[in-house]
């Protein structure tokens, strides 16, 4: 009996479960192509709508006829031909606005449906798709954006992302999993692929086979953050490269055939891994894949959070790459088409996001560097940020999002801003901005995370945000924890500058932000911004 057959026979499936029974999402790519494109927005049926997210679009806020439109990137590695189409793009269609996402796509906004069948066109003339960017499938694979130039990579992953990517992309037996589905494949020694916040993740590892020491993966399943966030668990297996694309079918397999779909808020794979168990999903994965070697040695060392701001060496000799700082991850066409020309002429045309919002130009032989770094586009995209602007991450934010309660990227940037005014302090403190509980700026994971809410106060409702403190990733993994007391939006800079400098002036032996959040707590923190806004009341 088919799956589909199966899940139609339970009564209690969600309105977005039957639709996706009477028509697979990716269905609607050709609706909008020779439909929707013609008649206009107002042609548009609510289910239909919904399945828009297969194209990779979401209608923008304020629901008046304009999209925002997701890229894939693999690994966030595009050519200079690619990121030029895309500027085009973004100036022809988007209004000049190019944003980064933490997933290493990019977005643009102000899209009308008139206009997706062209972009669709000229975005497949040089290899790119937004298929399935968005929607219950397989998404954008984040990988390591340094892939084939790193130092601290034990392979080069880029034909494997490449090969997983071209697998699951349009593949009509996985685009209708339970819901979103996000992986990573990295073999960088500092997680630069965020494994334990990703539904399915491979990291590096060895293990000796045969008497002879074999480069492989270890793989994490069930991580995902929104409003009930979990770390991925580490399964007991051990995965050579010839066995990446194998295992992420079966763990995709698992996940699709018994995957909740009866309330959307639990039908993550992570809801799913944390009833059953890492032991139990393991044998129901073996049932699908056959079995599979132990773990073997975790060459995981720690966690730069994917920021490479900077000129550093490649692993090719005499070759360096430039990290450049994106205010909160956005740029214009021009800043696009400007570091495509840049990345021509003295790289080999090739730019790199991160998830850290940012991008990165490599290959540029050591002694243009200076040459290079004379470009008026890196007086703002400057390889040298100041802390604080260097380590703020925002979402979207109800500029364009509908589910967002506050704005949240200009506000990120008047913050970073404030904190580098007023703030003296050598280290870079992570601070991100998210606009709602789906976390799509990943504030669980940051040294500071804000998430938007709104206050009533005496003249109506207010921006203001929940403060949490101590989240990292990697060895010694944890989300950080909330803190009691609402902050007004206009209040957020004094208030975080307050806690970063009792954090600086208490802490020891030079610890970092996790360090000594760990060591005294999260209610010494809490103490802290209880004392803060009594003082301001």
């Known amino acids: ?66 999209f925002m439109m997701r890229v894939r990137i693999n690994s966030g590695v595009m050519t200079s031909e690619q990121a030029r189409e895309m500027a085009a793009i973004a100036k022809e269609y988007g209004r000049d606005l190019v944003d980064i996402t933490t997933r290493q796509a990019i977005q643009f906004h102000w899209l009308r449906v008139e206009q997706l069948p062209d972009i669709f066109k000229r975005l497949e003339k040089v290899g790119l798709y937004s298929y399935e960017a968005c929607g219950d499938c397989p998404r954008t694979i984040v990988g390591n954006p340094l892939a084939d130039i790193d130092k601290d990579e034990l392979i080069d992953t880029t034909d494997l992302v490449n090969q997983v990517n071209d697998f699951f992309l349009m593949n009509r037996d996985f685009s209708n999993l339970p819901r979103k589905y996000k992986m ?28 002879k020491e074999v480069i492989g993966f270890h793989v994490w399943v069930g991580g995902g953050l929104s409003a009930k966030p979990h770390l991925a668990r580490q399964l007991d297996i051990f995965v050579t490269p010839e066995e990446v694309l194998k295992v992420a079918v079966g763990v995709t397999t698992v996940y699709r055939d018994n995957g909740y779909r009866e309330k959307r808020h639990h039908a993550r794979l992570k809801f799913l891994v944390a009833d059953w168990g890492v032991e139990k999903f393991r044998e129901e994965l073996v049932k699908v894949i056959g079995e599979m070697p132990t773990s073997g040695d975790d060459k995981t060392v720690g966690w730069k959070a994917a920021y490479f701001d900077g000129v550093h060496p490649q692993k090719q000799e005499g070759l360096s790459y430039i990290g450049l700082n994106l205010p909160v991850g956005r740029l214009t066409a021009d800043e696009l088409l400007e570091l495509a020309r840049i990345s021509d002429e003295y790289g080999k045309g090739v730019l790199r996001a991160t998830v850290s919002q940012n991008l990165i130009i490599s290959d540029i032989p050591n002694e243009k560097i200076d040459e290079v770094l004379k470009a008026h586009v890196f007086e703002r995209l400057t390889p040298n940020p100041k802390h604080f602007m260097s380590r703020t991450v925002s979402c979207t934010g109800n500029e364009f999002c509908n589910l967002a309660v506050v704005e949240t990227k200009e506000r990120a940037v008047r913050v970073a801003k404030y904190l580098d005014e007023n703030v003296q302090l050598n280290e870079e403190v992570r601070i991100h901005f998210i606009g709602c509980p789906n976390a799509c700026g990943q504030k669980h994971i940051a040294d500071i995370g804000l998430q938007g809410a709104l206050i009533k106060t005496p003249e109506g409702m207010v921006d203001a945000f929940d403060i949490a403190v101590g989240g990292i990733l990697g060895p010694g993994a944890q989300f950080n ?33 996790n360090q000594y959040f760990n060591r005294v707590g999260a209610s010494a923190f809490q103490e802290k911004l209880t004392q803060i806004l009594v003082d301001a009341s």
């Open 481 to 513: 924890t909330t803190l009691k007391g609402r902050v007004k939006g206009d209040n957020v800079g004094p208030v975080l500058a307050q806690l970063i400098l009792f954090f600086k002036e208490n802490r020891v032996d030079g610890e970092t932000f």
């Open 184 to 211: 990573s494949i990295s073999s960088n020694i500092y997680n630069s692929g965020h494994a334990e916040i990703q539904c399915l993740a491979y990291t590096p590892a060895t293990k000796v086979i045969d008497g």
């Open 1 to 66: 009996m088919a799956y589909e057959t199966i899940w139609a026979q339970d009564p209690k499936l969600n309105k977005m479960e039957l639709w996706k029974l009477e028509k697979d999402g990716l269905d609607v790519i050709r609706t909008i192509i020779e439909e929707y494109a013609h008649k206009g927005y107002d042609s548009i049926p609510e289910d239909d709508m919904n399945r828009f997210k297969w194209a990779g679009v979401y209608e923008q806020k304020p629901r008046d006829g304009h």
